[in-house]
Every structure is written in structure tokens, then in C-alpha cells.
């Protein structure tokens, strides 16, 4: 009798022992999957050639990175606010002049594998999740069949009446706009520990693959503010590309981790709009950081 317990104990026990390494081998395999990704996407390919066609562009060009906040009936003035009216405006221009909206994908593999794109490429994006983004502006883009970036506070995520719901993330998740991170809460990312920021940007990114059943793989931060310890906690995330907020045309320059974007304020007429997807080197009124943060202090109650 004692020797069958004893037998059964040790099946029982080399089971156990047997489920915990493949747990193990699991998570190595992944972590080194990541880790392998990461790595290749801080080798850069830059096109030296001339491109075969005069419609396409390689990534020794800049592409515009517009980027959007709240999208209401109507604007305030408050600088995160353009209007539905604006923004419909702004879109129609990108379509009528014949401008290809590039998804997270195109984006990425332009920039890292140097993928040629059209000439006229622009990446559209929204941070914050506001519930306008799905009420105003996603029927528009829809309108055009544009693709488009959504960086999303998971903890604002089904929060009163200003921010996205879940069931309106997937729905536009499963219509062509990407979903990705603006972290769990806002966080000023250069301020906080290491730990606190994988923990911040691990969250949030299972949250959102919970919800739309997809890979979050891009981030934007919060302000634009990072350091060291930020890349260091994207790469073991998981996330291949992370986008700032510094006004230029992005390129592959400063690396896929610090990606710039340009900001759209409400105070534009069609002519800085049409400057900043023309020019690289548009007239870059003020950026200041402190008018961004000031407005956003005024802005989220
Ligand atoms: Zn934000």
C-alpha cells in the first residue's frame, strides 16, 4: 500500500516537474522571440540608390506623422480640441489630392525594412482615447477608407462619457484602425522607475490585446517624454516602435523608438495644414512642450 502511494507520488511529482519546464521553455522561447525582434528593428536598412519609380519613396525620405487629440462637434480653442468640421476638411484634402494613409504595418516595415511607399504617404494618429475619436472622426475615415493609429489609456478605457469604450475599440480595431498604447495612465515616463514603466507598458499592452484580440506593438508617450529605461522597457514589453511628439517629419534618424509626430492644432487654416504634409522643413511655429502639458492639465477633469 505504502509503496503505491510512493509510486503514485513520484508520477505525481515528475508531472509537475514536467508542466514546469515546459512553462518554462514556453516563456524562454517567447522572450527570445521578442528580444530577436527588437534587435531587428534597431538595425536599420537605409535605401543609398535612387528609386526605380518617381511615385515611390524609400526611408532616406521623411513621411508626416500627424497627430490628433480630441475630435468634437466643436473646438473650445483648447489646442488637444480640433473639430469635427476641421478634421473632415483636413482628410477630404489628404483624399482629394490623392494621399495614402499608411497603417501601423506599412509604416513600420518603410521605416525599418525600407519598404518603398507612395511618394504622397502620410501616418494618421490619435492619442488618449476619446470617445469622439470613434463618434466623429472614425465615420470619417471610414468615408475614405484611411487607415489610422489610436494610442489608448487603458485606464480611462469605459470611464464616463469623454473617453472609448471597449466595444468601440474592437469595432474599429476590426475596421482597419490600429489600436496601441498611450500607456495605462498618462504617466510622465521619464519620471517614474524602470520597473514602473514595464509594469505600465506591459499592462496596458495585455489590456488592449484582451480587448481587440490583435498584437499591440507600437506605443506613444505620454508628452513625448522618455529616457533610457523607456526603450530599455518597450523592447522587453514587446513593442517594435514608439512614437514622441517632436514636430518634425519622422525618418529613421533617431531610431524606432523615438519617432516624431506633428501635432495638428485647432487654430489651423488649410494652408499650415497643406505646409505641414508638403514641407518637411514647414514653418515649425512653436512646439512648447509647457503649452501641451498646460492644455491637457485643463482638459482631462
Ligand atoms: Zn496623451
Not at 24 to 52: D, P, V, W
Not at 95 to 120: M, Q, R, W
Not at 276 to 295: F, L
Request: charged share 25%; with cysteine; net charge positive.
Amino acid at each position: 500500500m505504502s509503496k503505491r502511494i510512493k509510486r503514485n507520488a513520484v508520477i505525481a511529482a515528475t508531472v509537475v516537474i514536467l508542466f514546469v519546464c515546459g512553462l518554462f521553455i514556453i516563456n524562454y522561447y517567447k522572450s527570445y522571440k521578442r528580444i530577436a525582434y527588437s534587435k531587428e528593428a534597431l538595425t536599420l536598412k537605409t535605401y543609398n540608390g535612387t528609386s526605380t519609380s518617381k511615385n515611390l519613396i524609400h526611408n532616406n525620405e521623411s513621411i508626416p506623422v500627424l497627430m490628433y487629440h480630441s475630435i468634437p462637434d466643436n473646438s473650445s480653442g483648447n489646442i488637444m480640441e480640433v473639430s469635427k468640421r476641421q478634421f473632415q476638411e483636413e482628410m477630404k484634402y489628404l483624399n482629394d489630392k490623392g494621399y495614402h494613409t499608411l497603417s501601423a504595418d506599412e509604416f513600420y516595415d518603410f521605416i525599418v525594412k525600407d519598404k518603398p511607399v507612395p511618394k504622397k504617404s502620410v501616418l494618421v494618429t490619435f492619442d488618449d482615447g476619446y470617445e469622439n475619436q470613434y463618434k466623429n472622426a472614425y465615420p470619417i475615415l471610414k468615408e475614405y477608407k484611411f487607415h489610422a493609429i489610436m494610442f489608448i489609456i487603458t485606464d480611462y478605457l469605459d470611464k464616463g462619457t469623454l473617453y472609448l469604450k471597449s466595444n468601440e475599440l474592437k469595432t474599429m480595431s476590426d475596421n482597419g484602425i490600429n489600436i496601441e498604447s498611450h500607456t495605462t495612465n498618462h504617466a510622465k515616463l521619464d519620471k517614474i522607475s524602470y520597473k514602473d514603466q514595464l509594469h505600465n507598458l506591459k499592462d496596458s499592452k495585455d489590456i488592449l490585446e484582451k480587448i481587440c484580440d490583435k498584437a499591440v506593438r507600437f506605443i506613444a508617450y505620454p508628452y513625448g517624454y522618455f529616457n533610457k529605461d523607456t526603450v530599455t522597457s518597450c523592447q522587453k514589453a514587446g513593442y517594435i516602435m514608439a512614437f514622441t511628439t517632436s514636430g518634425k517629419w519622422a525618418n529613421v534618424n533617431k531610431g524606432v523608438y523615438a519617432i516624431n509626430r506633428i501635432y495638428i492644432f485647432p487654430q489651423f487654416n488649410l494652408d499650415d495644414f497643406k505646409d505641414r504634409i508638403t514641407d518637411p522643413n514647414y514653418g515649425q511655429v512653436v512646439h512648447p512642450i509647457e503649452m501641451i502639458k498646460g492644455a491637457y492639465k485643463t482638459f482631462v477633469k
